[in-house]
């Protein structure tokens, strides 16, 4: 199948609900190695997405990425603003000016995305960011595309891989951001950037199955 | 000059730390916070639309340094510089010092005019002189140096001998210290607060310690390069008067004290026709310095001169002089100079400063009589070769008379950047260096002196590297003035061609030569409060004549826009009576005050029409908010009409009479308005506050008035198609006028004049050169689709057009 604008409108509605919906999570996450306020803080920014589409339908898929960039940047105050609206910065620059992307366009766009967090928050894997979630779900789906995989069966693999990532953070000593203060106390714990970013990709995988 | 920005996830240490570095950038470095988010529930964080907002309020091609506090502070300004665009973004540095330790250093360094990269690595390094100064006294360890030396510079370490000091002992492998301060570091050397006489021990450590050490010596021993005789490198600092740059041997220029040599006094009636020659000879040559002023530099510098004019026919002086020298049987010099020092000293211990600055015009044309009394010619007449000029201050015609080819540079003791002499001086292309203190005159004449008017420095005795530096510099600046002078005056246009007027706000006639020069079409308001404020009585109706006349005049036949008395709301007369009002802005003011003082009224508008019969002069009425009043005001000019008819006075006939649409009111009725006015004038910032009801001065609400409030912007847009409608031309003279984010949706729909201060104007002119007349009525569409001012700025600085050049279409 391919996405179109109202497929990239789901998947960012379902995002505010997911987000909403794993606040408690993430905040809890974050208590025990940050500052507990990355559930607050993305729910706050997709709720302001959402408002934000709401209120001005962009016309296209890339502007639609442009709007969420700059909610999340003004919105979520933290580090995950100019990380996750790096993010939607680089995927609307990758999108083509199409009504309707392949599996390709998308692989390419998140393959975007990524490599804006990497580059903006100079992180690498292993430590204990959502890079350990995003790096290992784009080499996924980059193999997924090479083998011919459907749209669906590539964020499928997308996803299982992030979340395997984000399961392997609990292991890892945090040398970016907050945590990294805490040292090997952080050891044991789930890192809650790499929760979100699992549940990006999870909720994009579900919305776009069929 | 490099600019600031300071990121902090809070507002209050963001502009905190702003303040520190301020205090230090001796309020000449561009400084701006970004600090906090602009949600009120989470203020605490940061955005990276502030920081790119922040870096673009103190951007220029010198380069900005940002300085941030924790972890996504960096983050967002990292993001800032994606959205900044790569061409600017390349001269932006993100620096890792700490925040305020590096943001002072760096502030007393822009302030010393270093660039970017030295300034940056200072403000990285800014912590040292905090460690060094907790680390216990060392002891002596082998390999390490040490040495007294009495600082010698009357200055003390201030920042340029510090920032000497810093740069001098980098260049060592060694670790120097001086009072326990590492000589590393600015701000820890600035902080010794070392003065003239004070004993400094300077440690150094480290394979080239000895080298350091006696580098360090000789140079603090050496006055820090700050004593004239020994090292003949000095400089001084003023206040940036006259972009341009000057070499030459100074000379000072003495007080013009007038020696009158005793002698026998004859008949009175010989004195007194001796006087009247002089008198006579002063008015004509201070009538010729009217004229040249006006042809030169603008009939505002010309005023001055004018008003001198007057003086010397004044009776009550001419009379006062007359009765000494028959009562006092005194010399005409010695009754002349009593008189008009008694005026003079009247004047300055009058309160209103504008009557006490006077006292230097009384002065100033007193002694022109003088020197022809005395035959001493002015001080600066006997230059015999050119020179720089050093003074206490001068007066405007003290520096009229200056020969810009004598006379290469001034170095002033007092003075600023807005005297009347010092605006002269830079018409005449000659560099200045106000505000120097009395330093100045303690040089010898002869000294070899540089003018610096562009940064407010003076070298004194430069040394052939410094003077190379300085004259390709003086050739950069001509070059980009004439660069700058001929894109000034390029008529204002969108991309694809389609032309705008630019005209200027001015309140006064000296804004009105500095409109022409900033590159102004014309005037789109004149705001005639400033000839009516701060006195007993209303003007009459020819000093209002002389006033519009000579506004008109620098004018050079460009159109000119004049508004009638806008008077209540904020601004009070004593010789209108206004009475206590519960809401003033809600009150008597604008035109409702003039129709009921007709008398006012009729004297204003015979004033207007009558300099209208030379000039192309406008109408303007503030605050109409309906028909009748624009009816009203028709039926008056008629009659004002009528009667010039009648007295035989030249007149502008059938004069173009325009509304400013700044009540929601006019909006409403924009399409009968358009019928009956030749011309509108958005007022924005009136509009702005009525339409929203919220005061731009209750911080409460302020955030309310803001001109991309959706209603807002559907008046503009309702009066701009009422008047394409009807045929009449539509301007805006509001502050959204000149802001660069709001060109294109203006632009976009359908403004075809914009009315903005002068020194805003160049960058307006690029702003609407960069939109193409179909991109900008895009923006304008989605900007009136949107349903917040958040989200019409958000959109409006989203499509800020992208630094790379773009093709034609």
Known sequence: MAVGKPEVLKWLEVLQQVYAENRQWLTELDSAIGDADHGINMDRGFTAVKAELAAHPPSEIRSVFQSVATALIRHVGG??????????LRAAAACPRKTEIEAADVVALFQAGIKGIEQRGKAVGGDKTMLDALLPALDAMRKGLENGCSLAAILDAGAVAAHAGMLATVAMQAHKGRASYMGARSIGHQDPGATSSYLLL???ADTWRS | MIGLVVVSHSAKLAEGVCDLARQVGQGRVRIAAAGGTADPENPIGTDAFQVLQAIESVYSDDGVLVLMDLGSAVLSAETALELLGEEKSSRVELC???LVEG???????????????????????????KVALRQPPEGQTSGSEEALVTLTNRLGLHARPAAQIVRLARRYRAQVTIDNVAANSINGILSLGAREGHQLRICAQGAEAREALAALVEFIESGCGELAPAEPVVQAGGIAASAAIAIGQLVKLRPAVMEIAPRAIGNPEVERQRLMAAVHGAEEETRALYEWSKAHIGADEAGIFDAQSLFLEDPELLGGVSRMLLEDRVGAESAWQAETTKIADRLATLEDPYLRARAADVADVAARVMRRLTGQASAARVLREPAVLSAHDLTPSEVKDFDPAMVLGLCLEAGSASAHSVILARAMGIPVVAGLGPGISALADGTVVAVDGEQGTVWISPDAGQVEALEGRRREWLAARRAAELERHRPAATRDGRRIRVFANISGVAEAAEAVACGAEGVGVLRTEFLFLGRAAAPGEEEQVAAYRAIAESLGGRPLTVRTLDIGGDKRLPYVEIGEEANPFLGWRGIRVMLSRRDLFRTQLRAILRVGAAQPVELLLPMIASLDELRETKALVGEAEAELEREGLPFRKSIRIGVMIEVPAAVAIADRLAREASFFSIGSNDLIQYAMAADRTNSRVAPMADPFQPAVLRMIRQTIEAGRAAGIDVALCGELAA??????????????????????????????????APEAEGVAREALAMDSCESVRRLLLLRRPSPEPRRQP
Do not use: H
Request: hydrophobic share 55%.
């Open chain 1, 202 to 204: 999870k909720a994009a």
């Open chain 1, 79 to 88: 580090a995950a603003g100019p990380l996750y609206g790096t993010f939607f």
């Open chain 2, 103 to 129: 943001a002072v250093a760096a502030a007393v360094l822009a302030g010393a005019g270093a660039g970017i990269a030295e300034i940056a690595q200072e403000a990285q390094n800014a912590l040292a002189g």
């Open chain 2, 96 to 98: 890792a010092g700490p």
């Open chain 2, 739 to 772: 802001d660069p984010v709001a060109t294109p949706l203006l632009l976009g729909l359908g403004l075809e004049e914009f009315s903005v201060s002068a020194p805003l104007i160049p960058e307006l002119k690029r702003a609407i050169s960069s939109w193409s």
